[in-house]
């Protein structure tokens, strides 16, 4: 295949918090490459996955959640997602199948249309957890939304996925590919991500840190990695890597949801983490965790810089 036929770009998945968006990331690229929670908001990060086809690249673009903001994070966040709208070939536009349009996605879908000429692909996802008929319906839901808000065009498609069972996820990669750029490709074969490893090390602590817990702890919860260094005196065919970690919290009975009692909470999500964050460096690691109160530093812009935002 000559260099003239190959397509390749930026794709952003777009949705309101907990639309499916890093999952479906994760089944496109074929690895966990994203932070994949039961709750909102749980991605800070712009993390690239990459999706190397025969005939095009893909480079996943997966931002935290479009929504009215109502903290200074909140806003940041936003920010962040209008930058990167900004400069990519096509969105994915994601859609909960189980749950009905709303105010949000409405909301959403103004900003989407407000970019004018950028292909937008609505991805109706999650559509293992209905029936065909409420499939359908929401379909329609999504069609009528698309011609709302873009006017008689509409979406530039619509694809029902499942990246649960894998249902079309092959055909979202498709539809997205034909609207990229004639272009060789832009990362070479193999590599999945382009974001740094201490940023996907803190996401897989912070996925651990918040599995099971009280509603409030996400937008509470910052994850920075202090270092990463390769033990000393460990010989070539044995190496440790040891990992130093502080989880920041607002407030002590946030930090006391977190360590659990006796430390136990704790050291769970340290064992949990260390298996994906292994998985992840493809070496054995020492994790050293600690869980610190940085009060209110959603709200504080002095506080939001030292924590990377």
Not at 13 to 40: D, F, W
Not at 174 to 189: A, C, G, I, T
């Amino acid at each position: 295949m000559t260099d003239s036929q190959f397509r390749a770009g930026f794709v952003s998945l777009v949705g309101r918090p907990n639309a499916g968006k890093s999952t479906l990331t994760n089944a496109l690229v074929g690895q966990k490459v994203a932070i994949t929670s039961s709750k909102p908001q749980t991605t800070r990060h712009t993390i690239r996955g990459i999706v190397h086809r025969e005939d095009s690249q893909l480079i996943l673009v997966d931002t935290p959640g479009l929504h009215r903001p109502r903290t200074l994070l909140g806003k940041r966040l936003n920010d962040l997602v209008a930058d990167t709208l900004a400069e990519v070939d096509a969105i994915g536009f994601c859609l909960p199948a189980n749950e009905a349009v709303g105010p949000g996605d409405r909301y959403i879908a103004k900003q989407l249309a407000a970019l004018k000429k950028k292909p937008v692909v609505a991805l109706v996802t999650k559509t293992d957890l209905v029936d065909r008929a409420a499939l359908a319906k929401q379909l329609m839901a999504v069609t009528a939304l698309g011609t709302e808000v873009m006017g008689e065009a509409g979406w530039a498609d619509i694809v029902p996925v499942s990246a649960a069972d894998g249902f079309q996820v092959d055909t979202v990669a498709e539809v997205l590919s034909s609207y990229m750029p004639s272009s060789p490709p832009l990362y070479p074969d193999g590599e999945l991500t382009d974001e740094p490893e201490a940023v996907m090390v803190a996401e897989l602590i912070r996925e651990a840190a918040l599995e099971g817990v009280r509603d409030e702890l996400p937008h509470s919860l910052a994850v920075v990695v202090d270092e990463i260094v390769p033990r000393e005196g460990r010989s070539e065919d044995n190496p440790l890597l040891d990992i130093r970690v502080n989880l920041y919290v607002e407030r002590s009975s946030q930090k006391a949801i977190i360590i659990g009692k006796g430390g136990a909470r704790l050291r769970e999500v340290g064992t949990n983490a260390r298996l994906a964050i292994e998985a992840l460096l493809g070496t054995r690691i020492y994790l050293d965790l600690h869980v610190k109160i940085a009060k209110d530093w959603q709200r504080d812009p002095k506080q939001l810089v030292k924590l990377g935002f």
